[in-house]
């Protein structure tokens, strides 16, 4: 490895991937919400199911990847197309410390809830001032 | 230097052949209707741009086979209980209302893109259906309805004898 490569390495340019994908992929819209103890993820993901979604969490990087079957088939004639079907991939970078151990997920009516819990240390807590 | 053509160093007659006055109207008719326009449905004057400033509505999807209609819709975080699905006449009315979750009311949102409220939609069907064989189901937050045709609308191939 040569020297410039080792640097670029080091500022982080070599370990960003790319992703290419086969099919078109879409952005789902996504709600975040904070609370006390925990990030919820809340995406509209309609089409997809609990075990076609992969959700990966690795150094404060949230990768969402929802896959989706082909729903329209070739068959039938097309009076009219509002929606395309593709996948479902959107990455989130999250500044907050998580516990990755206990993050959970559920997939109802078309819509992924996703719970980050923070890590102890990034709890909000309230300190009493002595007098 | 000049790179504009100068009108006025023309003379008359060619002035008036090229007649700017049409020109002028159209533009001006041009500009009204868009103002027109801009002011009944400021929205849909760029619809991907305000997309998600309108109100929801669920994209649907039409197709057909020899037997049936299908239509698909996308509405996630639908429940099915809330989904109402009517047909009158050749008219298929799909309505509803998606709901606020209640982990979005609690808590400070970072983030909202997902929109919610009521939504009705209406679709014309190619053909009559039987009434009674409507199904409807959803399914991970897409909705299917497939409706099935009249035996006396699908198309008959009528022979041509020749003589």
Redesign the interface.
């Known amino acids: 490895m040569t020297v410039s490569a080792i640097e670029k390495q080091e500022h982080g340019e070599l370990t960003r991937r790319e992703q290419t994908r086969a099919r078109r992929t879409f952005r789902p819209?996504?709600?975040?919400?904070?609370?006390d103890a925990e990030?919820?993820v809340?995406a509209?993901?309609?089409?997809?199911?609990a075990e076609g979604i992969d959700i990966n969490f690795e150094n404060g990087t949230l990768t969402i990847l929802g896959k989706v079957d082909e729903?329209?088939?070739d068959?039938?004639?097309?009076?009219?197309?509002?929606?395309a079907v593709g996948d479902f991939h959107r990455t989130f970078q999250v500044s907050e410390a998580i516990d990755n151990e206990r993050i959970s997920a559920e997939?109802t009516?078309?819509?992924l809830?996703l719970h980050l819990p923070k890590a102890e240390k990034a709890k909000p807590r309230k300190i009493s001032v002595k007098s | 230097m000049n790179l504009i053509p100068w009108r006025n160093k023309k003379s008359e007659s060619d002035l008036a052949e090229n007649d700017l006055r049409p020109t002028l109207r159209h533009f001006r008719s041009e500009l009204d209707r868009m103002f027109d326009r801009f002011f009944s449905d400021p929205f849909d004057a760029w619809p991907d741009a305000f997309q998600m400033l309108r109100d929801w509505r669920p994209s649907l999807d039409l197709t057909e086979t020899a037997q049936d209609v299908i239509v698909k819709a996308e509405m996630p975080g639908v429940d099915p209980k809330d989904i109402d699905v009517a047909i009158s006449g050749n008219v298929l009315t799909i309505s509803g209302e998606k709901r606020e979750c209640a982990e979005r009311t609690e808590g400070c949102c970072h983030q909202s893109e997902r929109r919610f409220g009521g939504f009705r939609r209406s679709v014309q069907l190619p053909t009559s259906v039987d009434w009674e064989k409507v199904t409807a189901e959803h399914s991970n937050g897409v909705l299917t309805v497939r409706l099935q045709k009249l035996a006396s609308s699908t198309p008959k191939r009528i022979h041509v004898k020749a003589r």
């Not at chain 1, 819209?29 to 609370?35: F, N």
């Not at chain 1, 509209?44 to 199911?49: A, L, R």
């Open positions: 819209y996504v709600d975040i919400i904070e609370h990030l919820t809340l509209d993901m309609p089409g997809t199911s729903r329209q088939s068959d039938a004639d097309v009076l009219s197309r509002e929606f997939y009516d078309g819509v809830v």
